[in-house]
């Protein structure tokens, strides 16, 4: 066996490829608990200790400790389980550079993780917060999860984490009355590793699955009853006749006459209103009474149907006795199965789907040199599709003016709406590809890591909720008895309004995909120089180039203060990718002359005291959500309209066609007004724009640690330090005017 002795120092070791047969015996003096050879501060987590700790949320998850550490907190939204996309170590923004098994993780649109791979399939998660290696040009926390691979011999477990209401203490009810809330959750699986060629091939598989079944309490919704379907409002607000109405021509006061007995009559139903509300369900309680309106008047349990599915696979193969080739990979799926009281309306599919993965050759060319080459692919998948489209309700319902074939949003003022939820249609369709290559070298005293590779960034995505074939609002003001004083207030009916399909406003929306694109670029060198034999110096420096976003089919836009603007001809106007104005082909000026280095050191005193310190610089992801702005905004078709006759005429009729301009020189017809986005340069004159500047610098993190190590017993040590960092070149926003 290998023996593993503490308290050497200063050796020149030969590095060699581990082989599956070898065995590793700890002394009972126990493993170095001091670190002596870098600043680094970083905690590594093994298996077993992460299966120690109390899990709480269901599905096993190690990043719900996350926030333990050290020097870290939550992003403000979600401090307790903030999970890696989300926690701020040592003061700076809550970025940080996700990887499993050496490749990176992290989504390009926000910077998120939602890949975390199966619990039981990890070995270990080291998670790095300050004066960590040039290696890395992210800041923040960089968390390496390493997985769990075969061996000679064949190992495998199976489990089932479960709650159940059968487990669970009622809760304390007034009266002796209690109700248990039924909850049935399973999050079972298995994982098996083993050779495939002993001594050569080896392989880890791991299955797991999640069904959980949740009933929420008892939601409820106001929906119109069966007499005002007919137009029977009695005993309710009065409603008024649009159709009888005078307006003042000097005042633009509105009077109205009394429909009478607060019916309308079934000739001047809308027929298309007559349509949208057969989809309404019929009370099934009496509600309360509020303003005359029934209220709260249907009641209904949504259960919970929210499956997650998990594979995780790798394998290691040792070519020869100096070459190794290793893979893993991570699938993950979360389909999104809701529940809706007007099935299929209002019911918005999804499905959350996610994976990466990453295949390494690790090479010994000598005793004291190996090369290390990684390719790693992170795919992000995120598609919501309402069960209305491509299914003819617009045919089905009459509805001449839909921009697309998808059932409308009706928004009917103090009534539950109808019409697909939010986001009404999305793809998100992200991918980070990670090439790499690092060659490790001992030169005498000195331990040198150097190499380079790419971060390659793909967002091919849409608006969230990127289709609108009509979004149309109705709110009462055209029943009401006038458009000013107590009766504007204290009379008319928003159902009645849609009844007659008065709209009050209307707007619609087609946004097409973008394809985003992104380079990161970077090398580095790292020397860890034995000076002697208690002090060691870390020394790094880094190159990172950015190219800023571009984008494959010029729908991008930005204002930019050097365009020309025809209107003023003046500085100060938009600029389109389709255009290039000035030259520019992009959102961002690639940045290429960002210097990042490091240095840190360790020296021992004595046997059991270590001072160590460091200091770093390193920068931010450039991610869409943060700097994407202007991405997948040059190509949409829209239009939207708000009354602004002072609620004197609609802005369209449900059952016309679109043509007809019923708010005359106030208005225009909404089919004129659904256009594709203009790209010249005074396209948005008077109107409010973004702006992110073309020169933007990378952002910059700069980190800084000094800490004292005390061993005290064989298993307990003390660590004091203080940690800092400072940032600068951070987006925020500001008023240019």
Do not use: C
């Not at 998990?310 to 893993?328: C, E, L, P, Q």
């Not at 409308?408 to 793809?427: C, F, K, Q, R």
């Not at 000195?446 to 091919?460: S, T, V």
């Not at 008895?481 to 008319?492: F, H, I, K, R, V």
């Amino acid at each position: 066996p290998l023996t593993l002795n503490s308290g050497v120092t200063g050796l020149n070791v030969q590095l060699t490829l581990g082989q599956s047969t070898q065995q590793i015996l700890i002394q009972e003096t126990g493993a170095p608990l001091l670190e002596t050879t870098t600043a680094e501060i970083s905690s590594t987590v093994a298996q077993e200790t992460l299966k120690l700790l109390p899990q709480t949320g269901g599905i096993p998850d190690w990043q719900s400790f996350l926030t333990f550490l050290p020097g870290t907190r939550g992003n403000g939204t979600n401090n307790n389980s903030a999970g890696m996309g989300g926690v701020s170590v040592n003061g700076s923004m809550p970025f940080s550079n996700a990887l499993l098994d050496g490749a990176s993780t992290s989504s390009p649109m926000s910077n998120n993780v939602i890949n975390t791979p199966i619990f039981d399939t990890l070995g270990e998660v080291k998670m790095s917060s300050s004066a960590f290696s040039a290696q890395y040009g992210g800041g923040g926390m960089v968390y390496n999860q390493i997985s769990k691979g075969g061996s000679n011999q064949f190992h495998g477990m199976a489990y089932d984490y479960f709650k159940n209401t059968a487990l669970n203490a009622a809760p304390f009810g007034f009266n002796g009355v209690s109700f248990k809330t039924p909850q049935h959750f399973n999050d079972f699986g298995f994982n098996i590793g083993g050779p495939v060629i002993k001594n050569k091939v080896f392989f880890f598989f791991g299955i797991d699955h999640t069904i959980n079944h949740t009933t929420p309490a008892v939601s409820f919704a106001t929906v119109p009853t069966a007499d005002m379907r007919a137009g029977n409002f009695a005993g309710m607000n009065p409603i008024y006749d649009p159709t009888s109405q005078t307006v003042n021509p000097t005042t633009g006061v509105v009077t109205r006459q009394l429909f009478p007995n607060n019916q309308i009559p079934a000739a001047m139903l809308d027929t298309v209103a007559k349509n949208i509300q057969a989809y309404y369900p019929q009370p099934n309680r009496a509600g309360q009474l509020v303003n005359g309106i029934a209220t709260n008047n249907y009641s209904y349990l949504a259960p919970g149907n929210t499956p997650k599915r998990k594979y995780f696979g790798r394998f290691d193969a040792d070519v020869t006795s100096s070459n190794r080739i290793t893979g893993s990979a991570a699938w993950n799926d979360g389909p999104m199965l809701p529940f809706s009281p007007v099935d299929p309306i209002n019911k918005d599919p999804g499905d959350v789907m996610n994976m990466s993965g990453q295949l390494s050759d690790y090479w010994t060319i000598s005793p004291k040199l190996i090369n290390e080459l990684r390719i790693g692919f992170m795919g992000e998948y995120d598609v919501f599709h309402p069960a209305t489209i491509g299914q003819g309700y617009p045919a089905k319902l009459g509805l001449r003016f839909s921009k697309e074939d998808i059932f409308p949003n009706v928004s009917i003022s103090n009534y539950y709406g109808l019409g697909p939820g939010s986001p009404s249609n999305t793809e998100y369709k992200e991918n980070t590809f990670d090439i790499s290559d690092q060659v490790t070298l001992i030169h005498g005293r000195h331990l040198l890591h150097f190499g380079g590779g790419a971060l390659i960034f793909r967002a091919d995505s849409t608006a969230w909720g990127n289709i609108k074939g009509a979004e149309v609002g109705f709110t009462g003001v055209y029943t009401a008895g006038s458009n000013t004083g107590a009766l504007a207030s204290g009379s008319g009916s928003s159902y009645a309004d849609f009844l007659l399909g008065y709209v009050q406003n209307w707007n619609a929306l087609n946004s097409p995909e973008y394809g985003g694109r992104l380079k990161n670029p970077g090398a580095f060198i790292q020397d860890d120089f034995k000076v002697t034999p208690k002090l060691t110096l870390n020394l790094g420096l880094r190159w990172e180039g950015n190219t800023g976003w571009t984008e494959i089919y010029g729908n991008e836009r930005s204002f930019d203060p050097n365009v020309i603007n025809p209107a003023t001809n003046a500085p100060g106007a938009l600029w389109f990718a389709t255009t290039k104005a000035n030259g520019r082909d992009r959102l961002q000026k690639g940045v290429y002359k960002n210097i990042l280095p490091r240095f840190g050191f360790a020296y021992q005193l004595g046997d059991k005291t270590v001072i160590r310190g460091g200091i770093g610089l390193y920068t931010f992801p450039w991610n869409v959500d943060t700097y994407g702005g202007g991405l997948g905004q040059a190509s949409a078709t829209s239009g939207n309209q708000t009354d602004s006759t002072g609620n004197v005429s609609p802005v369209v009729i449900l059952s016309s066609d679109g043509n007809t301009n019923y708010q005359g020189a106030k208005g225009a017809a909404i089919n004129s007004i659904y256009k594709r986005a203009s790209n010249t340069p005074d396209a948005l004159n008077g109107q409010s724009v973004g702006f992110f500047p073309y020169t933007a610098p990378s952002p910059l993190l700069r980190s800084w640690n000094l800490t004292i190590q005390r061993q005290v017993t064989q298993s307990m040590v003390f660590d004091i330090g203080f940690v800092g960092s400072n940032q600068s070149h951070l987006p925020f926003t500001t008023d240019r005017n």
